[in-house]
DNA sequence: TTGAAAGCGTTACCAT
DNA sequence: ATGGTAACGCTTTCAA
């Protein structure tokens, strides 16, 4: 059914009914009404790829999915569809990206040119991250989720990598810990750095020499959690912490120190990041593993929310959010092993 | 850039630049190569809106995620994505589904009528599938990616659940093992059935009786797979092996078995399926875990790859694929205890 | 082999 | 408050 046709069949125009759907003001209340109950009896929905050509809008948000299957990911767009229910917007995933960088803008250009999409959300960006200067040189509207240090205004939501590494880091130091290893995110990205920081602060502050031999960068799987934690405690001396990235380098950890005899929560304390799965809960773990902790899933529904703020209207600059980390203790963290102490 | 002022610029005709950048026979080869040059250098690219509009193709394949964050999604997705790159077809994640089966049916309805997907792909069927139903009704292309007993004619893709579970039921038996406990996908899905067929198959085949007791039906978690895990490992006779649904409840009933003292391939065994995650490995666990195993990834590809044929005109019917899974032992598997041998 | 012109189904401007 | 009509940017007959 068409517009035409619905519309002589109410007896009205097809201005009218256009107006009367898409809830313009100027239509009197009770032909609106009429419209809208029709349209569902009669089945009437307005051709979608007709209002877009028209309308010069897509009603999608595009997101570029890496080609290592992250399992962030499935959370972080399970929020978006969480709020963007209702709302008349599609989240588009366009094939691939992650092969080479020079690939990888052209991907973002030809997606954003396409017309396909209203606005992108770009993730883990680096602290100059090309993305960003090719959709702002574009002026297209995106959210960036985590943080760049571009002087480009834009609007950005994260998490406080920083703030919660630092207090990770300090509260296993006050735990009586020295040698405390990092088994951080992949290099270049903004919220590696930032967690270095905060690591590195929090050493500083209570002058205990950083040292780059306890310092790993990399993707996040189990194999990686194990293989570098179980090098790190082939040291001597071997570190009596860890403080991990994500749950699944946690399990890596876990097993390594398992692997040596030691015990989780008395000789080697874990914290790790929690990103907050359904299906893998730190509190769960044996023995349950402290964390940072943060729910990708809500950051996903907020990125939604802001991305809609923003084709809104609302001003790209004016979009900041820098969410809290809580820093929950569980039974993963206990104090230094005496013999360790130094 | 338009194709009126584009093609002007060449000195040609509107119809002419559509059809050389279109591929159709009918154009020079010389002027088809001028043209593509040209919209190259220019960065001349027709507006996909307009396309859609003119051909009525949405340049898109519907994927409707559940609520439940689920970690298979992500990673068939990007199976998926590898697929598509290079075709002009995205992937389109419909927000929302999973409050009730009224809703997720106006949900694919919605989503296939509204001409915003060319094809969409139904995941975790049950045996009789209402998606499959509506799809059929409409006449709209799409792809099943389980399986369902519905009479009406469909494309699927499948793994064999069925003699994968058998096989990994029977091998323990082989062990000695005599209760065998499953913790089996959620209730009513065909995957679900299935692996219950190989299990009670099995069972039946080497004359042990069937103990309800012994199996649970639920989602994917690392709790829920402790939960279960745990509970039968309260009866008496507790079970001495375990025959699980996912990477995750394997977790669950690891930490389980641990927390009764026992030990992962010696007291208790344990077989999973494995849909070959890049950030947890089967292979990396304490002991290594013995799995049925079979790529989610590359279900995802493939599926990509025949939608596409559908979209091409392979008829429906002829699209049957069911893939064989591979069992591989590892160390969680051993001989039944000899005190739990019957 | 190329071109002119008629749609595709809406929205939005300008009238009334 | 409602209606006529010109876009929106392309593909696809129909002619030449």
Same mark, same amino acid.
Not at 44 to 63: D, E, F, Q, S
Not at 179 to 206: C, P, V, W
Not at 288 to 313: F, I, N
């Given at each position: 059914?068409?517009?035409?046709?619905?519309?002589?069949?109410?007896?009205?125009?097809?201005?009218?009914?256009?107006?009367?759907?898409?809830?313009?003001?100027?239509?009197?209340?009770? /032909?609106?009404?009429?419209?809208?109950?029709?349209?569902?009896?009669?089945?009437?929905?307005?051709?979608?790829?007709?209002?877009?050509?028209?309308?010069?809008?897509?009603?999608?948000?595009?997101?570029?999915?890496?080609?290592?299957?992250?399992?962030?990911?499935?959370?972080?767009?399970?929020?978006?569809?969480?709020?963007?229910?209702?709302?008349?917007?599609?989240?588009?995933?366009?094939?691939?990206?992650?092969?080479?960088? /020079?690939?990888?803008?052209?991907?973002?250009?030809?997606?954003?040119?396409?017309?396909?999409?209203?606005?992108?959300?770009?993730?883990?960006?680096?602290?100059?991250?090309?993305?960003?200067?090719?959709?702002?040189?574009?002026?297209?509207?995106?959210?960036?989720?985590?943080?760049?240090?571009?002087?480009?205004?834009?609007?950005?939501?994260?998490? =406080?990598?920083?703030?919660?590494?630092?207090?990770?880091?300090?509260?296993?130091?006050?735990?009586?810990?020295?040698?405390?290893?990092?088994?951080?995110?992949?290099?270049?990205?903004?919220?590696? $750095?930032?967690?270095?920081?905060?690591?590195?602060?929090?050493?500083?502050?209570?002058?205990?020499?950083?040292?780059?031999?306890?310092?790993?960068? =990399?993707?996040? /799987? =189990?194999?990686?959690?194990?293989?570098?934690?179980?090098?790190? $405690?082939?040291?001597?001396?071997?570190?009596?912490?860890?403080?991990?990235?994500?749950?699944?380098?946690?399990?890596?950890?876990?097993?390594?120190?398992?692997?040596?005899?030691?015990?989780?929560?008395?000789?080697?304390?874990?914290?790790?990041?929690?990103?907050?799965?359904?299906?893998?809960?730190?509190?769960?773990?044996?023995?349950?593993?402290?964390?940072?902790?943060?729910?990708?899933?809500?950051?996903?529904?907020?990125?939604?929310?802001?991305?809609?703020?923003?084709?809104?209207?609302?001003?790209?600059?004016?979009?900041?959010?820098?969410?809290?980390?809580?820093?929950?203790?569980?039974?993963? /963290?206990?104090?230094?092993?005496?013999?360790?102490?130094?």
């Amino acid at each position: 059914m068409k517009l035409k046709e619905f519309a002589s069949q109410l007896g009205l125009s097809p201005t009218t009914v256009s107006r009367a759907l898409s809830g313009y003001p100027e239509v009197s209340e009770k /032909t609106r009404k009429r419209v809208a109950e029709e349209a569902v009896r009669l089945g009437y929905r307005p051709n979608i790829n007709a209002v877009r050509l028209v309308t010069g809008r897509a009603g999608a948000i595009g997101v570029i999915m890496g080609r290592t299957g992250e399992f962030h990911f499935a959370e972080f767009m399970s929020g978006m569809a969480e709020r963007l229910d209702g709302e008349d917007i599609d989240i588009l995933v366009s094939p691939t990206a992650d092969r080479d960088a /020079t690939d990888e803008i052209s991907l973002y250009n030809r997606l954003v040119t396409s017309g396909r999409v209203d606005a992108v959300i770009v993730h883990s960006p680096k602290p100059n991250d090309e993305r960003i200067a090719l959709l702002h040189g574009l002026g297209f509207p995106f959210l960036v989720h985590g943080r760049s240090e571009t002087d480009v205004p834009h609007a950005w939501i994260d998490i =406080d990598n920083e703030s919660a590494i630092r207090r990770a880091t300090s509260h296993l130091i006050d735990l009586g810990h020295r040698r405390i290893a990092m088994i951080n995110g992949r290099h270049g990205r903004t919220f590696s $750095l930032h967690r270095d920081k905060g690591y590195r602060d929090a050493l500083q502050e209570r002058g205990i020499p950083f040292d780059p031999r306890l310092v790993a960068h =990399d993707h996040f /799987t =189990d194999e990686l959690g194990f293989r570098y934690s179980r090098s790190f $405690l082939e040291q001597s001396p071997r570190p009596t912490a860890f403080v991990a990235g994500s749950m699944m380098t946690a399990l890596g950890i876990y097993r390594a120190v398992r692997s040596r005899g030691l015990v989780v929560g008395k000789d080697v304390s874990v914290i790790a990041h929690d990103d907050v799965f359904p299906y893998l809960t730190a509190e769960n773990m044996v023995p349950s593993l402290s964390a940072t902790r943060s729910s990708m899933r809500a950051a996903g529904a907020r990125s939604a929310d802001l991305v809609l703020q923003l084709l809104g209207g609302r001003p790209a600059e004016e979009i900041h959010e820098l969410w809290t980390v809580e820093l929950i203790l569980r039974e993963s /963290t206990g104090p230094a092993p005496a013999e360790a102490q130094s």
